[in-house]
Protein backbone atom coordinates (compact mmCIF):
# COMPACT_ATOMS: atom_id res chain seq x y z
CA UNK A 1 0.00 0.00 0.00
CA UNK A 2 1.62 3.50 -0.96
CA UNK A 3 1.59 5.94 1.64
CA UNK A 4 1.18 9.50 0.25
CA UNK A 5 2.55 12.39 2.09
CA UNK A 6 1.33 16.13 2.25
CA UNK A 7 3.96 18.49 2.70
CA UNK A 8 2.43 21.37 5.17
CA UNK A 9 4.11 24.49 3.74
CA UNK A 10 6.39 25.88 6.64
CA UNK A 11 4.90 28.55 8.73
CA UNK A 12 7.60 31.62 9.72
CA UNK A 13 7.19 34.40 11.82
CA UNK A 14 6.86 37.75 8.87
CA UNK A 15 8.24 40.61 10.09
CA UNK A 16 5.98 43.83 10.23
CA UNK A 17 6.16 46.25 7.83
CA UNK A 18 8.63 48.38 7.53
CA UNK A 19 6.75 52.35 8.72
CA UNK A 20 7.42 55.67 6.91
CA UNK A 21 9.49 57.96 8.98
CA UNK A 22 6.48 60.67 8.69
CA UNK A 23 3.99 58.20 10.24
CA UNK A 24 6.29 57.71 13.10
CA UNK A 25 7.12 61.18 13.94
CA UNK A 26 3.11 62.11 13.25
CA UNK A 27 2.26 59.36 16.39
CA UNK A 28 5.30 60.51 18.65
CA UNK A 29 4.10 64.34 18.13
CA UNK A 30 0.54 63.19 18.69
CA UNK A 31 1.48 61.23 21.92
CA UNK A 32 4.08 63.93 23.10
CA UNK A 33 1.78 66.78 22.56
CA UNK A 34 -1.32 65.37 23.98
CA UNK A 35 0.34 64.33 27.52
CA UNK A 36 2.57 67.40 27.69
CA UNK A 37 -0.30 69.86 28.15
CA UNK A 38 -1.14 67.79 30.95
CA UNK A 39 1.70 69.27 32.94
CA UNK A 40 -0.03 72.83 32.92
CA UNK A 41 -2.59 70.75 35.63
CA UNK A 42 0.78 69.89 37.68
CA UNK A 43 2.14 73.29 37.93
CA UNK A 44 -1.31 74.37 39.49
CA UNK A 45 -1.65 71.49 41.72
CA UNK A 46 1.77 71.80 42.83
CA UNK A 47 1.90 75.49 43.82
CA UNK A 48 -2.01 74.46 45.28
CA UNK A 49 -0.06 71.59 47.71
CA UNK A 50 2.42 74.51 48.65
CA UNK A 51 5.51 74.15 46.46
CA UNK A 52 7.13 77.38 45.23
CA UNK A 53 7.73 78.53 41.65
CA UNK A 54 11.39 77.11 41.50
CA UNK A 55 10.63 73.56 43.04
CA UNK A 56 7.44 72.55 40.89
CA UNK A 57 9.54 73.11 37.88
CA UNK A 58 12.73 71.06 39.48
CA UNK A 59 10.43 68.47 39.89
CA UNK A 60 9.42 68.13 36.38
CA UNK A 61 12.89 68.52 34.87
CA UNK A 62 14.55 66.49 36.92
CA UNK A 63 12.08 63.23 37.77
CA UNK A 64 10.12 63.96 34.61
CA UNK A 65 7.59 61.24 35.39
CA UNK A 66 3.87 61.96 35.65
CA UNK A 67 2.74 59.63 37.91
CA UNK A 68 4.90 60.12 40.75
CA UNK A 69 4.79 63.94 40.41
CA UNK A 70 0.94 63.92 40.83
CA UNK A 71 1.06 61.15 43.89
CA UNK A 72 3.52 63.45 45.69
CA UNK A 73 2.19 66.72 45.55
CA UNK A 74 -1.54 65.01 45.73
CA UNK A 75 0.16 63.55 49.50
CA UNK A 76 1.17 66.83 50.14
CA UNK A 77 -1.84 68.40 49.38
CA UNK A 78 -3.81 66.03 50.96
CA UNK A 79 -1.40 66.51 54.29
CA UNK A 80 0.90 63.63 54.17
CA UNK A 81 4.03 63.19 55.80
CA UNK A 82 6.92 64.74 52.78
CA UNK A 83 9.18 61.15 53.57
CA UNK A 84 5.38 58.75 53.06
CA UNK A 85 4.73 60.96 49.93
CA UNK A 86 8.40 60.61 48.43
CA UNK A 87 8.20 56.88 49.08
CA UNK A 88 4.56 56.51 47.52
CA UNK A 89 6.18 58.46 44.50
CA UNK A 90 9.50 56.55 44.39
CA UNK A 91 7.78 53.19 43.73
CA UNK A 92 5.15 54.50 41.53
CA UNK A 93 8.76 55.52 39.47
CA UNK A 94 10.37 52.23 39.41
CA UNK A 95 8.55 50.78 36.95
CA UNK A 96 10.38 52.78 34.40
CA UNK A 97 13.65 50.89 35.34
CA UNK A 98 11.63 47.31 33.93
CA UNK A 99 11.10 49.91 30.57
CA UNK A 100 14.79 50.54 30.41
CA UNK A 101 15.57 47.12 30.50
CA UNK A 102 12.95 46.52 27.77
CA UNK A 103 14.12 49.66 25.88
CA UNK A 104 17.75 49.30 25.89
CA UNK A 105 18.00 46.02 23.50
CA UNK A 106 15.33 47.49 21.83
CA UNK A 107 17.36 50.97 21.08
CA UNK A 108 20.80 49.64 21.26
CA UNK A 109 22.23 52.65 21.86
CA UNK A 110 25.61 53.25 22.61
CA UNK A 111 27.20 53.36 26.72
CA UNK A 112 27.76 56.77 26.48
CA UNK A 113 24.20 58.21 25.38
CA UNK A 114 22.06 55.64 27.95
CA UNK A 115 21.89 57.97 31.03
CA UNK A 116 20.76 60.83 28.76
CA UNK A 117 17.97 58.32 27.24
CA UNK A 118 17.34 56.98 30.64
CA UNK A 119 15.75 60.59 32.02
CA UNK A 120 13.15 59.87 28.83
CA UNK A 121 11.86 56.58 29.86
CA UNK A 122 8.67 57.08 30.97
CA UNK A 123 5.49 55.28 30.11
CA UNK A 124 4.70 57.50 26.49
CA UNK A 125 7.96 56.90 25.13
CA UNK A 126 8.14 53.47 26.00
CA UNK A 127 4.45 52.99 24.34
CA UNK A 128 5.39 54.90 21.43
CA UNK A 129 8.92 52.74 20.91
CA UNK A 130 7.34 49.43 21.47
CA UNK A 131 5.16 49.15 18.79
CA UNK A 132 7.64 50.55 16.25
CA UNK A 133 8.53 47.52 13.33
CA UNK A 134 12.19 48.10 13.27
CA UNK A 135 15.48 49.85 15.64
CA UNK A 136 15.76 52.45 13.01
CA UNK A 137 11.45 53.58 13.89
CA UNK A 138 11.94 52.70 17.14
CA UNK A 139 15.06 55.54 17.62
CA UNK A 140 13.03 58.10 16.02
CA UNK A 141 10.21 57.21 17.99
CA UNK A 142 11.45 57.23 20.87
CA UNK A 143 13.15 60.90 20.65
CA UNK A 144 10.70 62.52 18.80
CA UNK A 145 8.16 61.74 21.98
CA UNK A 146 10.73 62.40 24.31
CA UNK A 147 11.66 65.71 23.16
CA UNK A 148 8.51 66.58 22.98
CA UNK A 149 6.97 65.21 25.99
CA UNK A 150 10.48 66.74 27.91
CA UNK A 151 9.95 70.39 26.38
CA UNK A 152 5.80 70.91 26.72
CA UNK A 153 5.72 69.04 30.20
CA UNK A 154 8.14 71.41 31.59
CA UNK A 155 6.91 74.66 29.79
CA UNK A 156 3.31 74.12 30.71
CA UNK A 157 4.29 73.22 34.54
CA UNK A 158 6.00 76.76 34.53
CA UNK A 159 2.76 78.32 32.82
CA UNK A 160 1.02 76.06 35.41
CA UNK A 161 2.69 77.32 38.26
CA UNK A 162 3.10 81.19 37.44
CA UNK A 163 -0.87 81.36 36.74
CA UNK A 164 -2.08 79.09 39.54
CA UNK A 165 -3.11 82.38 41.52
CA UNK A 166 -5.03 83.61 38.87
CA UNK A 167 -6.72 80.64 38.78
CA UNK A 168 -8.78 81.19 41.90
CA UNK A 169 -10.03 78.20 43.59
CA UNK A 170 -8.06 75.44 42.11
CA UNK A 171 -9.71 72.76 43.68
CA UNK A 172 -13.16 73.98 41.96
CA UNK A 173 -11.21 73.15 38.30
CA UNK A 174 -10.44 69.61 39.10
CA UNK A 175 -6.95 69.71 38.06
CA UNK A 176 -5.80 67.53 40.03
CA UNK A 177 -7.19 64.73 38.46
CA UNK A 178 -5.91 65.38 34.85
CA UNK A 179 -2.44 63.63 35.37
CA UNK A 180 -4.22 60.48 36.92
CA UNK A 181 -6.84 60.60 34.65
CA UNK A 182 -4.16 60.85 31.61
CA UNK A 183 -2.35 58.05 33.14
CA UNK A 184 -5.19 55.68 33.77
CA UNK A 185 -6.25 56.16 30.30
CA UNK A 186 -2.53 55.25 28.83
CA UNK A 187 -3.06 52.37 30.74
CA UNK A 188 -6.15 51.24 30.38
CA UNK A 189 -5.83 49.50 26.62
CA UNK A 190 -2.59 47.80 28.27
CA UNK A 191 -4.82 44.99 30.39
CA UNK A 192 -5.80 42.76 28.18
CA UNK A 193 -5.70 39.58 30.00
CA UNK A 194 -8.10 38.48 32.26
CA UNK A 195 -4.84 38.44 35.27
CA UNK A 196 -4.15 42.25 34.33
CA UNK A 197 -7.58 43.49 34.74
CA UNK A 198 -8.23 41.25 37.98
CA UNK A 199 -4.74 43.17 39.43
CA UNK A 200 -5.61 46.67 38.75
CA UNK A 201 -9.41 46.27 40.18
CA UNK A 202 -7.53 44.66 43.30
CA UNK A 203 -5.39 47.66 43.13
CA UNK A 204 -8.35 50.24 42.95
CA UNK A 205 -10.40 47.89 45.82
CA UNK A 206 -7.53 48.23 48.10
CA UNK A 207 -6.79 52.09 47.65
CA UNK A 208 -10.47 52.73 48.28
CA UNK A 209 -10.23 50.63 51.70
CA UNK A 210 -7.08 52.03 52.76
CA UNK A 211 -8.25 55.88 52.05
CA UNK A 212 -10.06 56.44 54.95
CA UNK A 213 -7.64 54.63 57.22
CA UNK A 214 -3.85 55.41 56.55
CA UNK A 215 -1.94 58.78 56.59
CA UNK A 216 -1.79 60.09 52.47
CA UNK A 217 0.42 58.70 50.46
CA UNK A 218 0.28 55.21 52.36
CA UNK A 219 -2.75 53.95 50.09
CA UNK A 220 -0.55 54.64 47.23
CA UNK A 221 1.88 52.15 48.39
CA UNK A 222 -0.77 49.61 49.59
CA UNK A 223 -2.35 49.46 46.36
CA UNK A 224 0.49 49.12 45.03
CA UNK A 225 0.99 45.26 46.60
CA UNK A 226 -2.08 44.05 44.64
CA UNK A 227 0.14 43.25 41.64
CA UNK A 228 2.62 40.49 43.52
CA UNK A 229 -0.10 39.46 45.38
CA UNK A 230 -1.88 38.29 42.01
CA UNK A 231 1.10 37.07 40.69
CA UNK A 232 2.02 35.09 43.57
CA UNK A 233 -1.78 33.43 42.96
CA UNK A 234 -1.17 33.08 39.36
CA UNK A 235 2.05 31.08 40.46
CA UNK A 236 0.56 28.95 42.65
CA UNK A 237 -2.26 28.40 40.37
CA UNK A 238 0.15 27.36 37.83
CA UNK A 239 2.16 25.21 39.98
CA UNK A 240 -1.18 22.80 41.04
CA UNK A 241 -1.94 22.74 37.26
CA UNK A 242 1.07 21.19 36.78
CA UNK A 243 1.20 18.69 39.43
CA UNK A 244 -2.41 17.53 38.94
CA UNK A 245 -1.54 16.95 35.00
CA UNK A 246 -1.59 12.59 34.16
CA UNK A 247 1.37 11.14 33.39
CA UNK A 248 1.13 11.14 29.37
CA UNK A 249 4.31 8.29 28.98
CA UNK A 250 2.40 5.45 28.37
CA UNK A 251 4.00 2.24 27.28
CA UNK A 252 1.90 1.29 24.07
CA UNK A 253 2.69 -2.72 22.51
CA UNK A 254 1.80 -2.84 18.84
CA UNK A 255 1.51 -6.11 17.21
CA UNK A 256 0.14 -7.81 14.29
CA UNK A 257 -2.60 -10.97 14.17
CA UNK A 258 -2.93 -13.13 11.25
CA UNK A 259 -5.71 -11.50 9.81
CA UNK A 260 -3.31 -8.66 9.31
CA UNK A 261 -4.44 -6.22 11.62
CA UNK A 262 -2.89 -4.14 14.05
CA UNK A 263 -3.79 -4.47 17.83
CA UNK A 264 -2.60 -1.28 20.04
CA UNK A 265 -2.92 -2.06 23.66
Request: hydrophobic share 50%; net charge positive; charged share 15%.
Amino acid sequence: MQSHQQHQPEQTHQPRPAKPPSAVVRDALGVGVAVGLSGFAFGVTAVGSGLSLLQTCALSLLVFTGASQFALVGALAAGGNPFTAAAGAFFLGTRNAFYGLRLSGLLGLRAAVKPFAAHWVIDETSAVTLVQPDRRSARLGFAVTGLTLYLLWNLTTFAGAKGAGALGDRAAWGLDAAGPAVFVALLAPLLTSAVERFAAGLAVVLLLMSLPLLPAGVPVLVAALAAPAVLYAEGRRARTRTADRPETGVDTHVRGNSAGEVDAR
